[in-house]
């Protein structure tokens, strides 16, 4: 960087104060309104205020994106990062590629000037100043950018780097687009998706269940459930790039992303892989970043080392094999778990008389499903488990922390001595405990029951009395939050419907009882429909009060 711009950067940076609201009151009073209008669907920026200096920092900052020599989206990317947290950027994926492997990569030759370019998460628009420097024209481009933040940073950067009128930003969630959603803002369907894509755990992926249910229907292909955002990244732009059946004279689709090698070296992403060449066609070839630590700010949370070309061969456009479309399945939307393994219920599982007699204190159980019961009905409520408590069934777990005997309170170590003296500690069960009486149990409870053994067919229980369950029943958590308990009963009756044509599941066992384990029923295929249920609306993200 010159040493003018230089100088200029460190006034910007002075202004912004390390604030998101500093950095946004000079991003706004500088926007015309071609920068503005650069932006499909622009949030609503608010007005900055009149505050001291910002006159003299907008000048500063026009100067400096402007001043000849400067890398703007790396200019933009560092003062970005001098206004949000590394730990709210390691949450959202926010990490900047360096100009020079953005450069190498789009100096490969890949695209073509008929080529349709989306940048799935923009950030400051790196790739389209690869593209211009690089002197390939293409068709357009469009960036996608779901922090507004950011959005407007792309846009300053596409009016400092004149880019032509075709070069636009969208502020948008990348991960729910299809190919309906460009169309209907006049923008061309992609040919090509380039992407750095943000790399968050699945379960912290707002939404999951709702873009996993629309890539399986528009895709046919299931996001692996321990992928992260990388994989849905590749999935979206596999659906957006790929070719519709009548796709002549249109160019090869092509996605090009960037992806730190343990992602790509992870088992689900190979699925993944395999899974679009089978069915679309995606073939992949990898190429190694010459320079592996890329990050603008030099993070190793950035430290990407190979860059994907997934090209669709001719035969993406033969009709998919049958057997390769994957049918949605229960594991979609409910993850079965076998319940607690005690080893000894007897000691372990204490009726109220017990509790009572013992004092044994409430901090050191929990509410259990209790064993040998029968549920007819649909919902098991508290007042069923209160009903069962009451009439002597033993309802309480004994959840103790691991330590020493003698740590605990006197009824406890009385009641752990008993158990020593009964054996209790030579099960098999509790050797493989740390400690033997320290029954590792989960964090929440099931969202349904599912009977283990069973005539028929299996069947769900809506589990509204929040208790835990042992092994003599399935749990089922929802593959995201269910509050609402009209919802929650819709997706048991709809468990249930579904659960009437698995005539064939399970082992039979004498007398016509059937056992089905967790893994065979996870794969069982459920009817899409269901996944809708799941596929619930959020409120639309806007900018958190960025000028309060
Ligand atoms: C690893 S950064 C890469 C930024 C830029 N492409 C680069 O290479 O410098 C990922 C970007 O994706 C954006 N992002 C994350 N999730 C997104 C989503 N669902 N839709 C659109 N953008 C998203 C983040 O805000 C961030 O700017």
Request: charged residues 25%; positive net charge.
């Amino acid at each position: 960087m010159r040493s003018r711009a230089e100088t200029l950067y460190r006034d910007v940076l002075r202004f912004a104060d390390g604030s998101t609201k500093g950095l946004l009151q000079i991003l706004v009073a500088s926007a015309q309104k071609s920068t503005y209008q650069r932006i499909v669907s622009c949030p609503t920026y608010p007005v900055p205020a009149n505050s001291a200096g910002l006159h003299l920092a907008v000048d500063q900052f026009l100067e400096m994106i402007h001043s000849s020599g400067v890398h703007v989206p790396t200019l933009l990317a560092r003062i970005f990062l001098s206004v949000r947290q590394l730990k709210e950027r390691k949450r959202t994926g926010t990490f900047f590629t360096a100009a020079s492997v953005a450069e190498w990569a789009l100096a490969k030759g890949l695209l073509t000037s008929s080529d349709d370019v989306c940048d799935a998460g923009a950030g400051t628009g790196v790739f389209a100043d690869a593209i211009l420097r690089n002197g390939q024209p293409i068709r357009s481009y469009v960036g996608v950018e779901n922090d507004p933040v950011l959005a407007l940073c792309a846009a300053h950067a596409l009016e400092a780097l004149n880019a032509p009128e075709c070069y636009r930003l969208w502020y948008a969630n990348f991960l729910l687009l299809g190919k309906t959603d460009f169309t209907a803002r006049g923008l061309a369907v992609p040919t090509a998706v380039i992407a750095n894509p943000p790399f968050v755990r699945s379960r912290n992926l707002t939404g999951r269940a709702r873009i996993r249910a629309a890539l399986k229907s528009s895709l046919g292909v299931t996001v692996p459930s321990l992928a992260g955002s990388g994989s849905y990244f590749i999935s979206r732009a596999a659906d957006l790039a790929g070719a519709p059946k009548s796709a002549e004279g249109r160019p090869k689709g092509k996605l090009l992303f960037f992806l730190p090698k343990e992602a790509a070296g992870a088992a689900h992403v190979q699925r993944l892989l395999d899974d679009l060449r089978r069915t679309h066609g995606w073939t992949s070839q990898q190429f190694a970043i010459p320079n592996k630590q890329t990050g603008v700010d030099r993070h190793a949370s950035n430290a990407l080392a190979l860059f994907f070309l997934f090209e669709q061969t001719a035969s993406a456009t033969a009709p998919r094999p049958r057997e390769s479309v994957p049918r949605a399945c229960l594991q979609d939307v409910v993850h079965v778990k076998r319940g607690i393994s005690t080893g000894f219920n007897e000691f372990f599982v204490l009726t109220d008389e017990e509790v009572r007699r013992r004092k044994i204190l409430k901090k050191r159980l929990c509410k259990v499903l209790p064993t040998r019961i029968s549920i007819k009905t649909k919902q098991f409520s508290e007042a069923d488990w209160d009903q069962l408590r009451l009439s002597n069934h033993p309802c309480w777990l004994l959840a103790l922390p691991k330590g020493e005997i003698e740590d605990f309170e006197p009824a406890i170590q009385e009641y752990l001595k008993e158990g020593l003296r009964r054996g209790v500690h030579e099960t098999p069960t509790a050797k493989t405990y740390r400690a033997w009486f320290s029954i590792p149990v989960p964090s929440s409870t099931p969202d349904v029951f599912v009977t283990y053994l069973f005539r028929g067919v299996p069947r769900f229980i809506l589990n509204d009395a929040g208790v835990l369950n042992l092994t003599n029943i399935l749990g089922g958590r929802f593959v995201s939050a269910v509050p609402e308990a009209k919802r929650r009963e819709l997706i048991v009756d709809s468990l249930n419907a579904q659960a009437k044509h698995w005539t064939k599941a399970g082992r039979q066992y004498k007398g016509g009882l059937m056992k089905i384990e967790p893994k065979e029923l996870c794969r069982l295929p459920i009817d899409s429909s269901l996944l809708k249920l799941f596929d619930w609306k959020k409120p639309k993200a806007v900018p958190r009060s960025l000028f309060d």
